[in-house]
């Protein structure tokens, strides 16, 4: 973040120096006369960063690490967390619908409460010896699954909830410092002044974290100790060693939770983005979600389709980026509804088309799934260097005078 308004600092001393705007050399320099009815640059950047850093620091949900890490350790792991929601926040809201239909899925199954469900989708079970008690095998093992349920049913919500550091205090501070941004955005909109780029990014994060919030919302939050459950002695057959993680589970995992090389038995945590899915069914639906939010997410950055930016160039490359943002999730969220098609009764309509587009959809697909992240990351280089000349009244504040009935 120091970094970033530092970028702001320079960028607000070039935009001083040549305050006339690119686009159209008649337009007004980007300036405001109104002391009383004005933003600062500063202003701009540091209202959005502290939205993204509240929407993310609050809505990043990590599992539960393995024992006897560092202050340092467990820092740079959030912040880890933390990145990954800023340059895929759909990545996120994907992961956390998974670890929800693993949490519906657990509750319904065996009784207990939604906060039951999440410990177990995040690893906050473990044997006694160590390992984590999160996968399905574990739990319908005849010898030792029924004394593992019987111990989490016995364990009540309070006891849970009080490893999570943060309650619904801080998560609603949070969320109101992104419905506040909203409003400030919606109130631009109504009078007419422009947003910048900055802004538009800013919104379609707070917008999408609001979907990380409701999914976690019953979630215990920076959770660092497990809680033992099962027999006092543990007759598994192996004790719980830390072991690294493989780095060909590194994507299959990140995107989509599978860690076909992870073994409970011999680890002291689950994964990062481990979410239990393998459990349960229906998991297509936490797809789904995960797509039309990242459909949304992209939606938003085209808003600003029609919207001024310091050279052609500029405008043409938000514009191709926002779309493919837009396109690509709709495009998987697409192919997995026509995939649950051929399950059905027109089955043999939908494998004539399929078998005829298969060949251009996957390359196409396959080609914006490559460009994808590329695409994102020139968003956030944008919403930034076009600071460098703002839209004649981007400086101009909010008349909230307007709003307040008075004679």
Same mark, same amino acid.
């Given at each position: &973040?120091?970094?970033?308004?530092?970028?702001?600092? /320079?960028?607000?001393?070039?935009?001083?120096?040549?305050?006339?705007?690119?686009?159209?050399?008649?337009?007004?320099?980007?300036?405001?006369?109104?002391?009383?009815?004005?933003?600062?640059? /500063?202003?701009?950047?540091?209202?959005?960063?502290?939205?993204? /850093?509240?929407?993310?620091?609050?809505?990043?949900?990590?599992?539960?690490?393995?024992?006897?890490?560092?202050?340092?350790?467990?820092? $740079?792991?959030?912040?880890?967390?933390?990145?990954?929601?800023?340059?895929?926040?759909?990545?996120?809201?994907c992961f956390a619908a998974r670890q929800f239909v693993t949490t519906r899925w657990f509750s319904k199954k065996f009784g207990v409460s939604i906060t039951?469900?999440?410990?177990?989708? &995040?690893?906050?079970?473990?044997?006694?010896?160590?390992?984590?008690?999160?996968?399905?095998?574990?739990?319908?093992?005849?010898?030792?699954?029924?004394?593992?349920?019987?111990?989490?049913?016995?364990?009540?919500?309070?006891?849970? &909830?009080?490893?999570?550091?943060?309650?619904?205090?801080?998560?609603?501070?949070?969320?109101?410092?992104?419905?506040?941004?909203?409003?400030?955005?919606?109130?631009?909109?109504?009078?007419?002044?422009?947003?910048?780029?900055?802004?538009?990014?800013?919104?379609?994060?707070?917008?999408?974290?609001?979907?990380? $919030?409701?999914?976690?919302?019953?979630?215990?939050?920076?959770?660092?100790?497990?809680?033992?459950?099962?027999?006092?002695?543990?007759?598994?057959?192996?004790?719980?060693?830390? !072991?690294?993680?493989?780095?060909?589970?590194?994507?299959?995992?990140?995107?989509?939770?599978?860690?076909?090389?992870?073994?409970? &038995?011999?680890?002291?945590?689950?994964?990062? /983005?481990?979410?239990?899915?393998?459990?349960?069914?229906?998991?297509?639906?936490? @797809?789904?979600?995960?797509?039309?939010?990242?459909?949304?997410?992209?939606?938003?950055?085209?808003?600003?389709?029609?919207?001024?930016?310091?050279?052609?160039?500029?405008?043409?490359?938000?514009?191709?980026?926002?779309?493919? !943002?837009?396109?690509?999730?709709?495009?998987?969220?697409?192919?997995?509804?026509?995939?649950?098609?051929?399950?059905?009764?027109?089955?043999?309509?939908?494998?004539?088309?399929?078998?005829?587009?298969?060949?251009?959809?996957?390359?196409?697909?396959?080609?914006?799934?490559?460009? @994808?992240?590329?695409?994102?990351?020139?968003?956030?280089?944008?919403?930034?260097?076009?600071l460098r000349a703002l839209p004649p009244g981007a400086l101009t504040d909010i008349d909230w005078s307007v709003y307040i009935p008075h004679l």
């Amino acid at each position: &973040m120091l970094f970033l308004l530092l970028l702001t600092y /320079f960028v607000s001393q070039r935009s001083n120096a040549s305050p006339a705007y690119t686009l159209d050399s008649r337009a007004a320099p980007d300036s405001c006369d109104d002391i009383n009815n004005c933003r600062r640059l /500063f202003d701009i950047v540091w209202g959005c960063l502290t939205t993204i /850093f509240a929407c993310t620091w609050v809505s990043v949900h990590p599992n539960v690490p393995p024992p006897n890490q560092t202050v340092l350790s467990l820092l $740079w792991r959030r912040l880890g967390m933390m990145l990954v929601a800023v340059i895929a926040p759909e990545l996120m809201v994907c992961f956390a619908a998974r670890q929800f239909v693993t949490t519906r899925w657990f509750s319904k199954k065996f009784g207990v409460s939604i906060t039951h469900g999440f410990f177990f989708s &995040m690893g906050g079970f473990v044997s006694r010896i160590g390992h984590p008690i999160a996968t399905k095998k574990q739990i319908e093992d005849p010898l030792l699954g029924p004394e593992y349920i019987s111990a989490i049913t016995q364990i009540s919500i309070e006891d849970i &909830m009080d490893k999570s550091k943060g309650d619904v205090l801080s998560k609603g501070i949070a969320l109101m410092q992104g419905l506040w941004f909203t409003v400030q955005c919606l109130a631009r909109i109504s009078q007419h002044l422009p947003i910048t780029a900055l802004e538009v990014t800013t919104l379609a994060f707070a917008i999408v974290n609001v979907f990380t $919030w409701l999914l976690w919302w019953g979630k215990p939050l920076d959770v660092q100790q497990p809680v033992p459950v099962g027999p006092s002695e543990d007759r598994s057959e192996t004790g719980p060693i830390s !072991v690294p993680s493989n780095w060909e589970d590194l994507v299959p995992g990140t995107l989509g939770g599978h860690y076909p090389h992870y073994n409970p &038995m011999v680890s002291t945590a689950v994964p990062s /983005f481990w979410s239990g899915t393998e459990a349960c069914n229906g998991i297509h639906v936490a @797809y789904l979600v995960a797509c039309a939010v990242g459909t949304i997410f992209g939606t938003i950055h085209c808003a600003a389709w029609t919207s001024k930016f310091p050279s052609t160039g500029e405008i043409w490359i938000w514009r191709s980026c926002s779309l493919l !943002v837009a396109t690509v999730p709709a495009a998987a969220g697409f192919d997995l509804v026509t995939g649950s098609v051929m399950d059905s009764s027109s089955a043999h309509y939908w494998a004539k088309v399929r078998k005829f587009l298969v060949p251009i959809w996957y390359f196409g697909f396959g080609l914006g799934f490559l460009i @994808y992240p590329i695409a994102r990351l020139f968003l956030i280089i944008l919403s930034f260097i076009t600071l460098r000349a703002l839209p004649p009244g981007a400086l101009t504040d909010i008349d909230w005078s307007v709003y307040i009935p008075h004679l």
